[in-house]
Each structure stands twice: as structure tokens, then as C-alpha cells.
Nanobody
Framework: QVQLVESGGGLVQAGGSLRLSCAAS????????MAWFRQAPGKERGVVAA????????YYADSVKGRFTISGDNAKNTVYLQMNSLKSEDTAVYYC??????????????????WGQGTQVTVSS
């Protein structure tokens, strides 16, 4: 059974930083596409960033390019999302997602088989 557990959310002032962690268990995730999505109240869940773990390729939504960084630690089976220069519009529940298939459409939430429970990020202005 694959499990994804997020942590690191919280309340931060605009301009501040947070680092989210996603601890993965149950499989070897080296061949997986791992991603972070977020969902604000009244809005659809949308992609923030993704990485193909085995080759280190990364993708970012335009709204977070230059501010957020996705990375992974193979030894710990953990994916991180470093968030800098946070804005009020970054407030959302952040979800970790994983998919093992080839050809994952990284920005499409329907491509992902496994999801964490989410962690709240609130940015105060």
C-alpha cells in the first residue's frame, strides 16, 4: 500500500518561506513522477510542481516559477517543496501526489494514482 504523508504547512507572513515535505512509503519511488498540487477554497486543485524522480526533471506552474523549488531525497523517499517569497494567493491546502506510469501528464491531477492527506499553508498579507 502506497502512503504519502505531507508535513510542514503553517501560517507565514507574505514574503516568508516554508518547506513542505512528503514522505513516501510502500514502494520504491525512483521511477515515479512526484508532484505537488494545491487547492484554495472554491477553486479546483491545480499543479504547483512536479519531478520525474529518476532523472531529476522538474516542472513548475507559471505562478510559482522562480519562487518554489521541488526536490527529492532518494535515501529518505521524501519529496520537498521549498516555497520562498510567499504571497497571499499561495494560501491553499497543498497535496503530494505520485504516479508510476510512463508518460504521466505532469500537470493533470487525473494522471496521479496516489495522494496525501494535504497540509494547510496560509500566507497572511
Amino acid at each position: 500500500q502506497v502512503q504519502l504523508v505531507e508535513s510542514g504547512g503553517g501560517l507565514v507572513q507574505a514574503g516568508g518561506s516554508l518547506r513542505l515535505s512528503c514522505a513516501a512509503s510502500g514502494r520504491t519511488f525512483k521511477s515515479y513522477t512526484m508532484a505537488w498540487f494545491r487547492q484554495a477554497p472554491g477553486k479546483e486543485r491545480g499543479v504547483v510542481a512536479a519531478t520525474i524522480w529518476s532523472i531529476g526533471t522538474t516542472y513548475y506552474a507559471d505562478s510559482v516559477k522562480g519562487r518554489f523549488t521541488i526536490s527529492g531525497d532518494n535515501a529518505k523517499n521524501t519529496v520537498y517543496l521549498q516555497m520562498n517569497s510567499l504571497k497571499s494567493e499561495d494560501t491553499a491546502v497543498y497535496y503530494c501526489a505520485a504516479d508510476s506510469s510512463y508518460g504521466t501528464v505532469w500537470y493533470n491531477r487525473h494522471s496521479y494514482d496516489y495522494w496525501g492527506q494535504g497540509t494547510q499553508v496560509t500566507v497572511s498579507s
